[in-house]
T-cell receptor, first 111, second 114 residues
Framework: GESVGLHLPTLSVQEGDNSIINCAYS??????FIWYKQESGKGPQFIID?????DKRQGQRVTVLLNKTVKHLSLQIAATQPGDSAVYFC??????????FGDGTTLTVKP | GAVVSQHPSWVICKSGTSVKIECRSL??????MFWYRQFPKKSLMLMAT?????????EQGVEKDKFLINHASLTLSTLTVTSAHPEDSSFYIC??????????FGPGTRLTVL
């Protein structure tokens, strides 16, 4: 079946550095992707999304890059802060509107 | 805006009992709600899609008679775990879709079956 996966389960960065979290997907028909942040014991929070007709989208301190050729997307967080520590999921929402989640990357920000 | 609540936030029950979890969209109407299950240190696994006024659509491998879903109104969906067993212990998360592309998640319900 189709899958969404992340390259690394954990990422540790120094406060103030930039973070890059990667995700690969397998469904060529996927046209909408979302990055979520999940803090311990809480539900996912929307961070940023991107449609397949774009290759880059920027938000506040976050940028999502989409490479459809290799079916890869990434989340870049600028000037990472301790409050950014969480699990980050990429999700692929296709067709009927349900989301398929990747496995998640745990980001730890060291002060 | 776009707040989704879940109740209870955590529940402990005995094996063999049934547990109902509520998911509410507080400030918008949601024709579609989703129920997910999440194991520790794992991703969210979609269990079913709940549409107001119709039967839920279950994902492959999810027992519809064990996980009863009712979407009685545009702001409320319920998930009932029937005859719960320890292996049903998990973090259950709902989400609700607005009329556009937004999908908003509830805070989750931690179920522990003894």
């Amino acid at each position: 079946g189709e899958s969404v996966g992340l390259h690394l389960p954990t990422l540790s960065v120094q406060e103030g550095d930039n973070s890059i979290i990667n995700c690969a997907y397998s469904n060529s028909a996927s046209d909408y992707f979302i990055w979520y942040k999940q803090e311990s014991g809480k539900g996912p929070q929307f961070i940023i999304d991107i449609r397949s007709n774009m290759d880059k989208r920027q938000g506040q301190r976050v940028t999502v890059l989409l490479n459809k050729t290799v079916k890869h997307l990434s989340l870049q967080i600028a000037a990472t802060q301790p409050g950014d520590s969480a699990v980050y999921f990429c999700a692929d929402r296709a067709g009927a509107g349900k989301s398929t989640f990747g496995d998640g990357t745990t980001l730890t920000v060291k002060p | 805006g776009a707040v989704v609540s879940q109740h209870p936030s955590w529940v402990i029950c005995k094996s063999g009992t049934s547990v109902k979890i509520e998911c509410r969209s507080l400030d918008f109407q949601a024709t579609t709600m989703f129920w997910y299950r999440q194991f520790p240190k794992k991703s969210l696994m979609l269990m079913a899609t709940s549409n107001e006024g119709s039967k839920a659509t279950y994902e492959q491998g999810v027992e519809k008679d064990k996980f009863l879903i009712n979407h009685a109104s545009l702001t409320l969906s319920t998930l009932t775990v029937t005859s719960a067993h320890p292996e049903d212990s998990s973090f259950y998360i709902c989400s609700a879709k607005d009329g556009g592309h937004g999908e908003f998640f509830g805070p989750g319900t931690r179920l522990t079956v003894l």
